[in-house]
């Protein structure tokens, strides 16, 4: 039996929030005015953090001294600050090497790993997700990533991956096996999962579906730009 398996009955769950400065794509991404947010998606996300209830903590990691600064004006005991190290900051940092630091900072209980680029996971999201995570480790799971549910037409290596065309060439699509695609939206498992597989998801994740706006990335600046549309318009809210 798995060490996470009879520590999970009710532990602690710090959120790990990695935010690395600078961007190749988006001068300034994390930092840049949005939605009305001065201090744009670190603002949004720590005050989402911040009203999630089911966040017992939050460790921000970054090499951005205009985030730490801005962190330490909100003067919340809930929020822990690193100065991360300059070789843990660059574009060619690995997410593995990330996930030995989030284990270095966050040696016990639940890691619930999220970005500032999911603007629109709220408070209520992560209550959610948390709850979700507990109960299905009570099921035989043993940690939690959300996804995108892909229902199209799916094809790798000149093939189609999630039908047979020697069956039928174009099934329905509602008939379609739909695949996961991880959106990095939150990766949540227990500090053993870290030590033990150095990994941020176990050997069985349950994989949970988030709505297609809801899970928005920001990544390019046209992410940017349309995140900023779904806001104007009302289809979404911070």
């Avoid at 498992?189 to 928005?216: C, F, N, Q, T, V």
């Amino acid at each position: 039996k798995h060490l996470w398996a009879t520590e999970m009955k009710y532990e602690k769950t710090t959120c790990f929030l990695p935010c690395r400065k600078g961007s190749e794509r988006i001068p300034n991404k994390n930092i840049k005015p949005f939605g009305g947010h001065a201090f744009g998606l670190i603002e949004i996300k720590l005050k989402q953090l911040l009203e999630a209830e089911a966040v017992d903590a939050i460790v921000l990691s970054t090499n951005d001294e205009s985030i730490l600064d801005y962190a330490s004006s909100l003067q919340s005991n809930k929020i822990t600050l690193h100065k991360r190290r300059e070789e843990l900051s660059s574009s060619q940092t690995s997410t593995d090497q990330l996930v030995a630091h989030a284990l270095e900072l966050i040696g016990e209980g639940n890691i619930l790993w999220t970005h500032v680029t999911s603007p629109f996971l709220s408070a209520s999201h992560y209550n959610e997700i948390v709850k979700l995570h507990n109960e299905k480790v009570l099921t035989g799971y043993d940690s939690l990533m959300t996804t995108n549910l892909l229902h199209g037409f799916l094809w790798q290596n000149g093939e189609a991956m999630n039908y047979d065309r020697n069956v039928e060439k174009w099934p329905r699509t509602q008939t379609l096996t739909p695949v996961h695609e991880v959106n990095s939206g939150v990766f949540l498992a227990h500090a053993s999962i870290y030590r033990e597989l150095d990994d941020r998801i176990g050997r069985k994740p349950y994989l949970h579906p988030l709505g297609k706006l809801i899970s928005h990335d920001i990544d390019w600046p046209e992410d940017f730009t349309i995140a900023e549309c779904l806001l104007e318009k009302g289809l979404v809210t911070l």
